[in-house]
């Protein structure tokens, strides 16, 4: 589906690659694989907080969606409202709801109900909004994805810490926390972790893990196993200039000074199975 990827938490060296396969989709004529691929990264920008950029792309999805009837293009559209709302474009967000709801219409599916619903919610003020996010977070369970689900709760546990209200906030982030881990959905968890915290909760160490892109999580777990450098360097098959200058990135990102603080993240974030978070994952 549209947009998995980008919450499973591919890290951006896939996604300039994936810039690339659009610069040659357009090339050859091939706006349905254009489209797509532009919904993903619309999407993965969307993740990364890069609001403007998040807008432009998907709007330039939407255009090309128009030229075909694949219902699974359709998702370019709730990312495309919430992308609005966090650009603080509200009035464009309701014409692009208005044009999202029409096209949900012929696509009379559960999904589609509940990221109307989202929307709806995205685009409201106040009591009213809490009360429209309330009501989609509450039917989700038995309608959609458990990804979809974790992030209608996260935009309502952001709505909620905004208006004040950080105590409900603090509930509906834990919740979509856990959520998002076990859905396997890493960088979705990374972004409610990080929200949890600016709320007044504690953040999970896992979600701190899930701000690292995948080799500096690969790199972080076997710093914590007690390899040095030069081991790590000859594991990977990278020089050690390459193995400091991901710790250096490391420890910037997790706020930390020592390998023995990195240790005990790692240890802490264990999976049940043993495995380091994100584990498994493409």
Known sequence: MIRVNAFLGEDEAAWERRRQSIEGARRHGDSWATAVMQAETGAFLLLLGRFDEAMSVLDHARRHALEHTDPSILAVEPDYVEACVRNGELARARVALAEFELRADRVPTAWARHTVARCRALVSEGEEALTLFREAAETAADTVSPVEQARTLLCFGERLRRLGRRTDARSWLQRTVVLAQESGAIALAGRAGQELGAAGGPVPPTTRLADLTDAEQRIATLVASGRRNREIATELFVSVRTVEA????????????????????????LDDDGGPPGSGQA
């Open 246 to 269: 991901h710790l250096g990135r490391i420890f910037r990102k997790l706020g930390i000074r020592s390998r023995t603080e990195l240790t005990g993240i790692v240890v802490t974030g």
